[in-house]
């Protein structure tokens, strides 16, 4: 009897519940979802195109500085037509993630150690932001130095530009992990290693995530900036033939390389946006969408 | 319905504090949290802890749990278990399913993988949330959640459990069922000889009357103990019984003199 009277109060419950947890609205399709996410990209694009083209036929600079879009997007069909555009590719990313690769190891490791030492945190906490305000090409003549014009110099930079915003992202995760968590972790039975395994490094994720964002950002701009001043013989990357475009004069291909920069950089953000959406998503911190 | 004697003997207590202080900074500016604070809790006894806000209520579990160490004086937990400790908040781990955040006591203790499954199988179970175990916590109501820490202290095994203000935060039509679930569990846990030890804190002095087989007044600003009655009502209970209103009308007189006391 009385465990009938309780059966039916948590109905009820979950009566009130389930009213309380009617957070789940319907979703739109995905075409239209998708839609409705591009257009406005797409009409941006076209205006700046529109803009372009307005400022080409109004003669503001010269046909030889400032080509026509219809031009670069021919220039750019024919480049993607030969070999040389997936061949500076196929250099310019492997660069991208030997240098990034390397920054993330670093960073993390050292991210690591601050967030936990004490000593550490006070010698170098304050160095690692200052690194970070550094720009990286400030680095190149140093680099090039020490290493002369070759890869290093190149990888060098590439990994000092990202490592400090990684390394940040792993000290601001650990740092603002709810305390409250971490007591809940000690009580279950989590110590040293194993708080860290189960609550500290998962509770510290969104923030080590935007760390790997911006730290790409930073690798990204690094290596441009040493593909145009650190030039090796026989290496045709990116921006290698961004810098022999400008130096033949060859405007369209100028924009075509910038056009392939700027798409490379978008797509690989696009992927951390993904991965910060779908941890965000897990832990319910998106209110809609 | 436990027939504990008035004074329970330190030797066979499931918590036994004595003399326990509790001091936050040193100088000038220490604060005494608790002082010389001695309560002995018998196996399978339900104990609240009521004191106005500021009292050290939940410095005391902290210490209990071994989260925080004693400035002075000694806590003894039977058999050196490792309480089992439940915030106002669910403190669950939003980065699991509520499956998950059962299973992290488990695996901590070691547990095989198939032993952990039917743990948490059972356990969720036991809290009336069988089929939520894919759930996010962020899906779930508060009184869901509530419930769902309740099943990962549990999973700890742990003879003892410290529950500071555990149902604080929630609605009081879910808080009366919880009270229910609550006292079934205990008085279940206690009929099958593996008594479950419980000291709970609470502001609110008719969730004690409701809950406990003893109240402990707790003076504010430093805690000390000033007050303690048993509750010798039959149970289940009900928070709308008169047995319970007449206690909880007298602890609230206690506590009305102690606050008076402070001038506020």
Not at chain 1, 137 to 148: D, E, S, V
Not at chain 1, 236 to 255: C, F, H, N, W
Request: positive net charge.
């Amino acid at each position: 009897m009385a465990t009938d009277n309780l059966v039916a109060q948590n109905e009820t419950i979950s009566g009130l519940d389930a009213l309380e947890n009617a957070s789940q609205q319907k979703l739109p399709g995905r075409a239209s979802r998708i839609w409705s996410l591009t257009w406005p990209k797409l009409t941006a694009l076209a205006f700046v195109v529109a803009i372009w083209q307005v400022l080409v036929w109004a003669e503001w600079k010269p046909e030889y500085a400032l080509p026509a879009p219809l031009t670069v997007a021919q220039d750019l069909w024919s480049w993607a037509g030969t070999s040389a555009l997936w061949e500076g590719l196929l250099i310019t990313l492997r660069r991208a993630a030997y240098g990034f690769g390397a920054a993330v190891v670093v960073g993390l490791l050292l991210g690591s150690a601050v967030a936990r030492i004490k000593v550490l945190r006070a010698a170098l906490g304050s160095m690692i932001t200052a690194l970070q305000t550094m720009p990286s090409i400030a680095w190149f003549p140093l680099a090039i130095l020490l290493f002369q014009l070759n890869e290093q110099a190149i990888f060098f930079v590439v990994v000092l530009g990202a490592a400090p915003s990684i390394a940040n992202g792993v000290i601001h995760g650990v740092d603002y992990v709810p305390p409250l968590l971490v007591r809940a972790g000690r009580n279950l039975g989590a110590r040293g290693f194993s708080l860290y395994r189960y609550v500290i490094a998962p509770a510290a994720l969104p923030a080590i995530v935007a760390g790997l964002k911006q730290g790409w950002a930073f690798a990204w701009r690094s290596l441009m900036a040493g593909e145009l001043l650190v030039i090796i013989a026989k290496s045709t990357s990116i921006g290698v033939q961004l810098t022999y475009a400008r130096e033949l004069s060859d405007a369209p291909r100028v924009i075509s390389v910038m056009i392939v920069i700027l798409i490379l950089g978008l797509l690989v953000d696009l992927l951390f946006t993904k991965a910060d959406h779908a941890i965000r998503r897990r832990w319910g911190l998106l209110d809609r969408d | 319905m436990t027939s504990t004697t008035t004074t329970p003997e330190s030797a066979t207590a499931a918590v036994a504090l004595s003399g326990v202080t509790k001091v936050y900074g040193r100088g000038a500016d220490a604060v005494v949290a608790l002082d010389r604070v001695s309560l002995d809790v018998a196996p399978g006894e339900f104990v609240c802890l009521v004191g106005a806000s500021g009292c050290g209520k939940s410095t005391l579990l902290n210490l209990v749990a071994g989260l925080d160490t004693v400035s002075g004086g000694g806590i003894r937990v039977a058999g050196d278990a490792r309480p089992g400790l439940m915030f106002q908040e669910p403190a669950l781990f939003p980065w699991l399913t509520v499956g998950a955040n059962v299973e992290v006591p488990l695996k901590l203790r070691g547990l095989a993988s198939a032993e952990r499954k039917a743990r948490v199988a059972e356990l969720l179970d036991t809290v009336h949330l069988r089929d939520f175990g894919h759930r996010r916590p962020h899906e779930l109501s508060g009184g869901m959640r509530q419930r769902v820490a309740l099943a990962r202290t549990l999973a700890l095994d742990t003879p003892v459990l410290l529950m500071d203000e555990p149902f604080g935060a929630l609605d009081a039509m879910t808080r009366d069922v919880l009270h229910d679930e609550l006292e079934r569990l205990w008085t279940t846990r206690n009929a099958t000889g593996r008594p479950l030890t419980v000291l709970f804190v609470t502001h609110n002095v008719r969730e004690a009357a409701r809950l406990s087989d003893r109240i402990v007044l707790l003076s504010s600003r430093p805690g000390r103990v000033i007050y303690e009655t048993r509750v010798d009502i039959a149970r289940p209970r009900r928070i709308d019984s008169t047995e319970v209103a007449t206690v909880a009308a007298e602890v609230t007189d206690r506590l009305r003199a102690e606050v008076g006391r402070h001038g506020h």
